[in-house]
């Protein structure tokens, strides 16, 4: 079973362009985390949402925590082909024995 | 100065054979974990330790064993390995659990 579910799967866009990414779930989480991995790297930490409707701005990245701490989002304003990678978002909850768990992550490329 | 460092890099062997991986975290983190990535770049969760103590193990074949001889360390010992423990093996850390992770750069394993 799935338990944080991102979308899209994957995403395709021009330089410039604005996207979002969705990550849901049924569960509620005391903390949510969105990386970024680049091919042959480890993720990379980009933020971290705790307070239900937390809105985050890491430049052109905002991070939205929703109301319900089941859900967040990441747009991104302007992509550059920098912004290329696999864009993971990771959940913590207390009912499942206090660990993380990973979405199936987003791969965005973005074309210059 | 590399905050959580994992070696070797790649790792190609028969199967059958035994082999360990290593991990290192200077950033001083209580918890450490092993993930395990697959072809389609799922992160699934094998061990988190928290102070040298197993606090999380997954449904991972008891051919797989971590070891932490200290806080700063978390090796992995694989015995027997199969064609399907072939994958991207990555060491994290973190200062609260479940919490924001920094991971090593992984070791990707090929049995062959």
């Known amino acids: 079973t799935q338990l944080l579910e991102q979308s899209p799967q994957f995403l395709s866009i021009q330089e410039g362009e604005n996207l979002t990414v969705y990550c849901n779930s049924s569960s509620v989480f005391s903390s949510l985390q969105w990386y970024r991995q680049e091919p042959g790297e480890g993720p990379v930490l980009l933020v971290t949402?705790?307070?239900?409707?937390e809105v985050k701005k890491l430049k052109r990245l905002t991070f939205q925590f929703g109301d319900a701490r089941k859900d967040s989002s990441l747009h991104i304003t302007a992509a550059q082909p920098g912004d290329t990678g696999l864009y993971l978002c990771?959940?913590?909850?207390?009912?499942?024995?206090?660990?993380?768990?990973f979405g199936d992550g987003t791969t965005l490329t973005v074309k210059p | 100065d590399t905050a959580v460092s994992q070696t070797p890099k790649y790792l190609v062997t028969q199967m059958g054979n035994d082999k360990s991986i290593k991990c290192e975290q200077n950033l001083g983190h209580d918890t450490m974990y092993w993930y395990k990535q697959d072809s389609k770049k799922f992160l699934k969760i094998m061990f988190s330790y928290n102070n040298k103590e197993l606090i999380i193990n997954e449904t991972v074949p008891n051919r797989f064993s971590p070891k932490s001889p200290d806080k700063a360390h978390l090796n992995l010992h694989i015995n027997s390995l199969e064609l399907g423990d072939s994958a991207v093996y990555f060491c994290?850390?973190?200062?609260?659990?479940?919490?924001?992770?920094?991971f090593g750069q992984g070791t990707r394993l090929t049995v062959v």
């Open positions: 990771a959940g913590g909850y207390q009912g499942n024995a206090g660990k993380s768990t």
């Open positions: 949402v705790v307070t239900g409707g």
């Open positions: 994290a850390s973190s200062q609260e659990y479940p919490g924001a992770a920094f």
